[in-house]
């Protein structure tokens, strides 16, 4: 059975190129086009893994993580993929709850590797 990854962009070519990665790497991709989108994608799906960004209308990705912690999913992975780079912006993840980071545009075996870091 294949692990179940949302990933939440603004985007729909960064979803696109996300989709195509993560099927290449065998898993099952469930899209939302931002932090509104993606709880409601939350209340009807149990992904193994997030992954978001940050620069998003309606809501941001720190929204989104915290609102996913908030609601008890502890142990859900959420993986943050951003053109943003600053330390500060990490720290902000981090105490939201976000366990990775990884800079747009992103490498595919990077990608590869966080997910395993994560996932496994």
Request: aromatic share 4%.
């Amino acid at each position: 059975m294949s692990k179940t990854i949302l990933t939440v962009d603004d985007s729909p070519s960064m979803r696109m190129l996300l989709r195509v990665s993560l099927t290449d790497l065998g898993y099952s991709v469930v899209e939302a086009e931002d932090g509104v989108h993606a709880l409601e994608t939350l209340g009807g799906t149990e992904p193994d893994l997030l992954i978001t960004d940050i620069n998003m209308p309606r809501m941001d990705g720190f929204g989104l993580i915290e609102n996913v912690r908030s609601q008890g999913r502890r142990n859900l992975p959420i993986l943050v993929l951003t053109t943003e780079s600053s330390d500060e912006k990490k720290q902000r993840a981090r105490e939201a709850g976000a366990t990775g980071w990884i800079v747009k545009p992103f490498n595919p075996e990077k990608l590869a590797a966080a997910i395993r870091r994560v996932l496994h």
